[in-house]
């Protein structure tokens, strides 16, 4: 069975840093990543996704996220911090090649951007 | 932009009442996933349907738990006899293909908030 670990349930960042949100997976067979990200009170949104190809993959928003097959990781970041980042991101993976319809996230976690 | 909608945002009910979760997924779409987030906790997989029947679930949908695409539009969540650990965001999703490759990537509703009582 496939998990996902998220190291932080928050990180906090000041506006114009950095941001880093770790990722880390379990999985027996290559793995399709995803990231989500949830804005308050509204749904989940796809950010970014990982399937095969290039390791670094860009999403929505300036996020970018890179597959490392050796360290199993697959870690979100953003060169510079808005305000609007404020938000939960999980990150996900897709147990198809184990047979599963479902999507298997890991437990969020809560960016928060100070001003 | 085509979205996945569901019904009510927020819906509050009494211990052993049943309650039914609405949702209209993307309407090319074939698959239909129902998920829950606890508070504090994480989203985790409830059920897949599929071609008109369910596809997969896990342990959390038991027999108090089923789903249906009645009209070909909707699919609802019904929950028959609720418990106040059934308080939880639920949201539906639907994906052309089960997720992974390009283009069967899953698009969730903003959720329905259950609150037991």
């Known amino acids: 069975a496939q998990s996902v670990t998220q190291l932080g349930s928050h990180v906090s960042v000041s506006e114009g840093a950095l941001v880093l949100l770790r990722c880390n997976y379990s999985?027996?067979?290559?793995?399709?990543l995803f990231w989500y990200v949830q804005y308050p009170n509204q749904g989940l949104q796809l950010l970014l996704k990982y399937t095969t190809g290039a390791t670094l993959v860009k999403g929505i928003n300036g996020f970018e996220a890179e597959f490392k097959k050796s360290e199993t990781s697959f870690h979100l970041t953003k060169p510079s911090a808005h305000m609007s980042d404020a938000a939960e991101y999980f990150c996900a993976v897709s147990d198809r090649w184990g047979g599963a319809d479902g999507l298997t996230f890991g437990k969020g976690t809560h960016l928060i951007i100070q001003p | 932009e085509p979205e996945v909608t569901q019904t009510p945002s927020h819906q509050v009910t009494q211990m052993g009442q049943e309650v039914i979760l609405r949702c209209v997924p993307i309407?090319?779409?074939?698959?239909f996933y129902w998920y829950r987030q606890i508070l504090g906790q994480k989203v985790e997989f409830l059920v897949s349907?599929?071609?008109?029947?369910?596809?997969?679930k896990s342990e959390i949908f038991d027999d108090q738990f089923s789903v249906e695409r009645p009209d070909g539009s909707n699919f609802t969540l019904k929950i028959r006899s609720t418990k106040l650990e059934d308080s939880a965001m639920y949201f539906c999703?639907?994906?052309?293909?089960?997720?992974?490759?390009?283009?069967?990537?899953?698009?969730f509703g903003q959720g329905t908030r259950l609150t037991v009582v």
């Open positions: 999985s027996s067979v290559p793995p399709y």
């Open positions: 999703a639907s994906s052309w293909g089960i997720p992974g490759p390009p283009g069967t990537e899953a698009f």
């Open positions: 349907f599929y071609n008109n029947e369910i596809s997969e």
């Open positions: 309407s090319n779409h074939l698959y």
